[in-house]
């Protein structure tokens, strides 16, 4: 390029004329300004923006060096193509989202999304907000319909409704213990929820027959061992509360007793809290009578957290031995059964040293929180001390009016339910007018569930225990249940809708189960949108 006379000084601007005069002065006309514009080949600059005039704009690093586009950017196409074989991932800034309109994701990964919002199909290979899609195609809005239901309530630890109207009431006219996500058992005060890492604890009432569930050294019996009272810190994080069982060098089993006078036919759940000390290994018993002719028993490892065994005897029946683990090395374990099939009106329950080597008088192991409930499963625990007593039960609800569709209306509903069982057939775990979401009497003898709703009931052809996604859709006449997003059971018969006006409960009296992510729509989701909702 030939240069021109252009006397300027320092700091001068040139004029576009003055410009194009030096770019253009070898004849090539590749280069030319216009205005504000810059043209380098096919390639335009003006302000902020960089357009091609004719064909793609190719942006390169040196090898082993990154392209970084600073600081906000935007794609406007319907297509992003990845030109290596590797993963594309897009991130956000902090506090910030990636919106990016009408585009197809094949495998990868998006991070920093809270929300997606689509005016077309979204076709998804990989994991959008925690989900595994696995290729679905979901139709047109069906992300905004399952992210804005008319009402929503998280139970995770708070009661406030995240969307609908009113405010939920609860009572409990009883303290309550529970076990926090760190382990810890705690205590709710009355007419206050109890949320455990499952979600919102929701129970009926129970009763603890054992007295002096914390002090083994009163109404208590030991047998061939010894105790120390208040030795470990509790579990409920009181210092010198825990009591510690230990042996002797006598070569028989050592255990510490208390008999009930009670149906011994009847179903009995006997627990207590349990830390391993120099003997790492426990037995727990519940039997007809003193002398233990029938009865049935569980034996657990309190160094690696497993159930060993459960042994019926005689006539009696074991029908669950439980091990859970909390905080500082502290389990709650449990057993459920019948101890005999003839009542002997005596109820023993025994914890037993179990693997002791009777050398000392010293080894041994902790104790607390003894209780014995006439239920096929465990409870949250009950404190005691010379009387028996009961926990009343939680009573849940929200307002009818504006959180639910009005009879025959459309709707939905779905919540994530931890059953842990029932005292009644087929006890509700959320109730509204006719509409009720059920669950058989005991979720771990068969765990079925059913949804009534006027003259129609759907009843599963499989059977759901432990902890599930529990979903309904309604949309006249076609009354269809749904576990963990899977379609399972339908009728065609629910003519009559979900009638009244009465508070919509969640949970019942005799219910026992941890519900969260309750979410009541106005509208019937498709069965493709329940499988992500």
């Known amino acids: ?27 090539s006309g590749d280069f030319s300004v216009t205005g504000n514009s810059l043209t380098i080949d096919n390639l335009k600059f003006l302000g902020n923006a960089m357009e091609s005039l004719s064909g793609d704009v190719d942006i390169k690093a040196v090898a082993g060096s990154a392209v970084v586009l600073d600081s906000n950017f935007s794609f406007d196409g319907s297509e992003l193509t990845a030109l290596l074989d590797a993963n594309t991932i897009f991130t956000a800034y902090t506090g910030k989202n990636i919106t990016i309109e009408d585009v197809t994701f094949d495998g990868g990964a998006l991070a920093g999304i809270t929300s997606i919002n689509m005016s077309g199909n979204l076709t998804v290979g990989g994991t959008v907000d925690g989900i595994d899609i696995a290729g679905t195609e979901v139709p047109a809005k069906a992300i905004g319909n399952i992210h804005t239901p008319m009402t929503e309530l998280d139970l995770q630890n708070t009661l406030n409704l995240k969307q609908g109207a009113g405010s939920v009431t609860f009572t409990r006219s009883t303290v309550k213990n529970y076990v926090d996500r760190y382990g810890v058992v705690q205590e709710a005060a009355v007419d206050t929820p109890a949320f455990e890492k499952e979600g919102c604890l929701l129970e009926g009432a129970s009763t603890n027959l054992l007295l002096q569930s914390e002090d083994f050294a009163t109404t208590w019996a030991l047998t061939r061992a010894g105790l120390t009272a208040n030795a470990e810190t509790a579990p409920d994080g009181t210092a010198t509360a825990a009591d510690k069982l230990k042996q002797t060098v006598t070569a028989s089993s050592k255990y510490v007793s208390q008999t009930l006078v009670d149906d011994s036919t009847a179903d009995y759940t006997f627990s207590v ?23 049935f028993e569980g034996t657990f490892n309190l160094a690696t957290g497993v159930v060993t065994s459960s042994t019926e005897v005689g006539t009696g029946a074991i029908t669950a031995a439980v091990i859970k683990e909390l905080a500082n090395d502290w389990y709650r374990i449990s057993i459920s059964g019948t101890p005999s099939t003839v009542d002997t009106n005596e109820v023993g329950c025994t914890i037993e040293l179990s693997g002791e080597d009777d050398s000392n008088t010293t080894d041994g192991l902790y104790i607390w929180g003894a209780q014995v409930e006439e239920l096929p499963f465990t409870s949250s625990y009950i404190i005691t001390t010379t009387a028996a007593v009961t926990r009343t039960a939680d009573v849940c ?101 979900d009638a009244g006006t009465a508070n919509i409960t969640i949970g019942e009296a005799d219910a026992f189960s941890h519900i969260s992510n309750l979410r009541i729509h106005n509208k019937a989701l498709t069965d493709n949108e329940m499988r992500i909702a």
């Open 1 to 27: 390029m030939a240069h021109s006379n252009l006397a300027k000084s320092v700091g001068d601007k040139l004029t576009a004329a003055e410009v194009n005069r030096l770019l253009t002065a070898d004849g």
């Open 273 to 295: 809290f349990a830390k391993k000390g120099e003997v790492e290994s426990v037995r727990i018993i519940v039997a007809d009578s003193a002398g233990q002719t029938n009865r």
């Open 397 to 497: 609800s929200i307002v009818r009016a504006e959180n639910k569709p009005d009879s025959l209306d459309d709707f939905t509903v779905i919540a994530d339910i931890n059953m842990i069982g029932t005292k009644g057939a087929y006890t509700a775990v959320l109730t509204s007018g006719d509409l009720q979401l059920r669950v058989s009497e005991s979720i771990i003898n068969d765990g079925s569930t059913r949804i009534y709703m006027g003259a129609g009931m759907v009843t599963p052809p499989i059977i759901k225990t432990g902890s599930f996604r529990f979903g309904v859709t309604y949309s006249n006449p076609s009354l269809k249940m749904f576990h963990d997003g899977v379609l399972v059971s339908e009728t065609s018969s629910a003519t009559a809708s």
